[in-house]
């Protein structure tokens, strides 16, 4: 059977990106368009897949690419074309007015984007109405985006960014005298690591009554280290708290493994991806009551949500937890199930292959009337 030829438009150097383009690979040929500026250099991406570089100059690259990206495209047919981040990916393929046109939101994009400047909310604007289809990661952005939008003619199809459950084993913990608290994300104020660090210092004196010894593991790397390094020196918590800088999406499976509770202390949050990754292992997680993480995680049935910048509130929630093993047990197999149920990445892909598919079909019934 002849697969259809899929142009995406989006970040190479994303890893969000390379789990897109290498999953499609199994249902169209791919060709991923990106930025000279977002070049990949971990070579995630499948040999089946072609990447083509676009030229870049600065912050109007997406404003310019399209000229580049029409001269590669002549003579070449494709079925669809994808945008990935609405804002600026998805200008590129609205200035080279290729169709038809899916547009992926990120969280950035509508959470973030339009509320810079009015000259950016019309970008936006019009990067929507040229688009044939919208896909939204949550249905909280989905939301978002028909409240900052209103009157929008397309519907919004809902796809969420799951997990590959077969890379996250669950297996069931107990707790034992050295307790290991861990995340996953960039260090930067947006996740607010700051606010992680001192609950755990307290559950830390909290625990040590237990007869426990927890550990933090903080996983990734960002412009906020060297002063989340210095705040663990003032709180003496030197021999406690392990810095393990950036790791390969491919190897994070184990190095979730090594947890116990999983923490996220996010100001804002489009959507909970590294919960669902922490849910997937069977792991209980503790968060902030941002927008992403309320839909992912059922407070008091799959994890515990607290408010944000509330290190007391994060410090109590980890306490009840870990003198409650029935509690956590519970947390960690429901947590897992709800990934089953509605974030199997297998699922996810096939839901939007099927959506990009119907696209091609209506768009060729729509040309041939």
Not at 213 to 230: I, Q, V
Request: net charge neutral.
């Amino acid at each position: 059977m002849k697969l259809p030829k899929l142009a995406l438009l989006s970040a190479a150097n994303s890893v969000h990106t390379h789990r897109w383009v290498n999953a499609l690979s199994e249902y169209f040929h791919v060709s991923l368009f990106s930025l000279d500026i977002h070049r990949d250099v971990t070579a995630a991406i499948k040999d089946t897949v072609e990447v083509v570089y676009l030229p870049s100059s600065g912050k109007m690259s997406y404003f310019k690419a399209h000229k580049e990206l029409n001269k590669i495209l002549k003579g070449r047919d494709f079925d669809i074309y994808n945008a990935h981040y609405a804002s600026g990916y998805g200008t590129i393929l609205r200035l080279s007015r290729r169709r038809p046109a899916v547009l992926n939101f990120w969280g950035s994009d509508i959470f973030e984007f339009p509320n810079k400047t009015l000259i950016h909310k019309w970008i936006l604007k019009k990067n929507i109405q040229f688009a044939d289809v919208i896909v939204s990661t949550s249905h909280i952005m989905a939301e978002e985006i028909k409240r900052v939008f209103p009157g929008l003619k397309q519907n919004i199809h809902v796809v969420p960014f799951g997990v590959e459950l077969e890379q996250f084993k669950y297996e069931q913990r107990t707790l034992d005298d050295i307790v290991r608290l861990g995340t996953c994300k960039i260090l930067s104020p947006v996740y607010a690591i700051d606010d992680m660090i001192k609950a755990f210092a307290m559950a830390r004196e909290m625990q040590k009554k237990e007869g426990r010894c927890l550990k933090l593991e903080l996983f990734g790397d960002g412009p906020s280290r060297s002063e989340l390094e210095r705040l663990v020196a003032e709180l003496g918590l030197q021999d406690s708290v392990t810095f393990h800088g950036w790791v390969d999406h491919r190897v994070l499976p184990e190095a979730l493994s090594k947890l116990d509770l999983f923490l996220l202390s996010s100001v804002t949050e489009s959507f909970g991806v590294s919960a669902i990754e922490a849910m997937a292992a069977g792991i209980p997680v503790v968060a902030t009551q941002t927008p992403g993480f309320s839909e992912v995680i059922l407070d008091g049935v799959t994890g515990s949500l607290v408010p944000v910048h509330d290190p007391e509130a994060m410090c109590l929630e980890i306490n009840r937890l870990l003198n409650n093993q029935r509690l956590y047990q519970s947390f960690a197999m429901a947590g897992r199930t709800r990934v089953e149920e509605m974030y199997n990445w297998q699922d996810n892909v096939r839901r939007f292959a099927d959506i990009l598919r119907l696209t091609i079909t209506s768009s060729a019934g729509a040309q041939q009337q």
